[in-house]
């Protein structure tokens, strides 16, 4: 039976910079996530690296298991919708639509989506020439 890795939490990912350039116990590791051994043991077992001393301990490289863990861990792979230069979000809409551009005023456009609320898209005056 395959372990899922994916039961680790994002605060779990994030604690696991904390680990240094050393060797822990399945305990240290846990106590330093915020994980149960158990926790730990499973990631081990599916794949995570660790070695296993003579008297049948195991011990895991610090760098080399965040690394692992970073590798292994599902990616949260959400849908992006890039906003063309002339679509904004319309927070009455609920949606992305296509403005009418009514003024400027720094670094804002003011506008109007198709059902006649009011928009407003902010660019950056970086690189861009929105002239």
């Known amino acids: 039976m395959a ?4 039961t680790l939490s994002r605060a ?5 910079i904390r680990l240094l350039d050393m060797e822990y116990k399945p305990s240290e590791v846990a106590e330093e996530l915020g994980a149960t051994k158990e926790q730990v043991l499973r990631l081990i077992s599916a794949g995570a690296p660790a070695r296993v001393d003579g008297s049948g301990r195991y011990w895991v ?6 690394k692992w863990l970073q590798d292994a861990a599902p990616k ?16 009455k ?9 009514t003024k400027r005023k720094g670094n804002v456009i003011f506008g109007r989506c198709p059902d006649g609320h009011k928009v407003a898209r902010f660019f950056s005056m970086k690189g861009k020439n929105h002239d």
């Open 3 to 6: 372990v899922r890795v994916e």
């Open 76 to 91: 949260n792979a959400k849908a992006k919708h890039d906003i063309s230069e002339k679509e904004c979000w319309c927070v």
């Open 93 to 101: 809409c609920k949606k992305v639509v296509t403005y009418k551009e």
């Open 12 to 16: 779990m990912m994030r604690r696991s």
């Open 61 to 66: 490289h610090g760098d080399t298991f965040v």
